[in-house]
Nanobody, 123 residues
Framework: QLQLVESGGGLVQPGESLTLSCAVSGPTTYTAIAWFRQAPGKDRGGVSYIDMKDDSTYYIDPVKGRFTISRDSAKKMVYLQMNSLKPEDTGVYSC?????????????????WGQGTRVTVSS
């Protein structure tokens, strides 16, 4: 089993930055960690992932160049640095871990989830 706990959300103005953190604990090995977000009134969607095997990363087009996913293996932490935030980035951000799948943004391939942290971008 794995436990994931997100932190770092909050209310910011457009153009500002936030860093989300995902603390991972538990004995289960995992192949990838991803960040998902759910905007108000919309379905949850993938934002970015990092592959535990080679640290390769992937971002959806709307966040490329603004968001950076990284990890600290020793601390078992994964981060999502979010710069130049826009109102459309508003949502609940959740980190998820997969114990079996190749790195992906398909949420059904992730079997461990955090509770989410809310990000609001508004002036």
């Amino acid at each position: 089993q794995l436990q994931l706990v997100e932190s770092g959300g909050g209310l910011v103005q457009p153009g500002e930055s936030l860093t989300l953190s995902c603390a991972v604990s538990g004995p289960t090995t995992y192949t990838a960690i991803a960040w998902f977000r759910q905007a108000p009134g919309k379905d949850r969607g993938g934002v970015s992932y990092i592959d535990m095997k080679d640290d390769s990363t992937y971002y959806i087009d709307p966040v490329k160049g603004r968001f950076t996913i990284s990890r600290d293996s020793a601390k078992k932490m994964v981060y999502l640095q979010m710069n130049s935030l826009k109102p459309e980035d508003t949502g609940v951000y959740s980190c998820a871990a997969s114990s079996w799948a190749l790195a992906t943004l398909n949420d059904y391939e992730y079997d461990f989830w955090g509770q989410g942290t809310r990000v609001t971008v508004s002036s």
